[in-house]
């Protein structure tokens, strides 16, 4: 209990912000919706999620890829079905892996980082003076960084896609002498069009809540320094919390069913 009330700050204080970061979103929705966007500091963002997280998010799909093929390629071949292990590959990375492995890394380099920016910008008074400068905060820190994470993880997600089927190749090929042709013959029969699309809607919802939150808890940071500190973790924990139980709901309207 004492760790969950310093991971939260407590669960009344931790709910309260979830319903802020919330209005938070209704209010980016609006403010996008009117056309509010600062463009110089969207560009910044986005090179802040895209080029910077590239690195980290497509090692990571790479070393996933070849996981999955380790853990999958020796049970089919034992069941005799050795030509499907790429497309259940690019089936898990297109559906879930890519884009909640991708969310993962930006909550954890980028939502940190809007929550850590902010909250010290709201501790040492900058978000008053931006008020006294008739400059609204939503469109000048918050909606840019909304915009960037919503633009560029499902750029993230699909690169990671790509790279992540480049090392299931490899070591299929490498270990299980499972020859190229045959495992991209299966990614093609096995997927199609909607896979591809179902990613980057998840992977952009993602972006978008991530954001939020990192924002929203870099906004109600109270308690100097320390608040900062606390504030960053919990914003940490929530977004991939939100990425998890999000993932479940698109899932399940996704692909439920049989066909």
Not at 4 to 33: C, M, N, P, T
Not at 217 to 235: D, E, F, I, R
Request: net charge neutral.
């Amino acid at each position: 209990m004492a760790k969950s009330s310093l991971l939260f700050g407590g669960a009344d204080i931790w709910f309260q912000r979830l319903v802020a970061a919330a209005f938070l979103g209704g209010q980016v929705f609006l403010h996008l919706l009117q056309g509010k966007i600062h463009r110089r500091n969207t560009l910044e963002q986005m090179s802040l999620v895209g080029p910077e997280s590239a690195s980290i998010a497509l090692v990571t799909a790479a070393f996933v890829g070849m996981v999955f093929t380790i853990q999958v390629a020796r049970e089919f071949i034992n069941f005799g079905a050795a030509s499907t292990v790429g497309g259940v590959l690019a089936l898990a990375l297109a559906r879930e892996l890519c884009p909640v492995l991708t969310a993962v890394v930006v909550a954890g380099r980028v939502g940190s980082a809007f929550a850590a920016e902010i909250g010290t910008m709201r501790v040492t008074e900058q978000i008053d003076a931006l008020y006294m400068l008739k400059t609204d905060p939503i469109d000048y820190l918050v909606t840019p960084r909304v915009l960037a994470c919503g633009l560029m993880v499902p750029i993230l997600s699909l690169m990671s896609l790509g790279v992540g089927l480049a090392g299931g190749v490899f070591i299929a090929q490498a270990l299980y002498d499972i020859d190229s042709s045959v495992f991209l013959t299966s990614v093609q029969t096995f997927m199609d069009v909607w896979d591809i699309v179902s990613s980057l809607i998840k992977a952009f919802l993602f972006g978008a809540v991530i954001a939020v939150i990192g924002c929203s808890w870099g906004l109600t940071t109270t308690g100097g320094a320390k608040g900062v500190g606390q504030s960053t973790t919990t914003a940490v924990v929530t977004s991939l919390l939100a990425v998890f139980v999000l993932n479940f709901f698109l899932s399940w309207m996704m692909f439920q069913g049989t066909e």
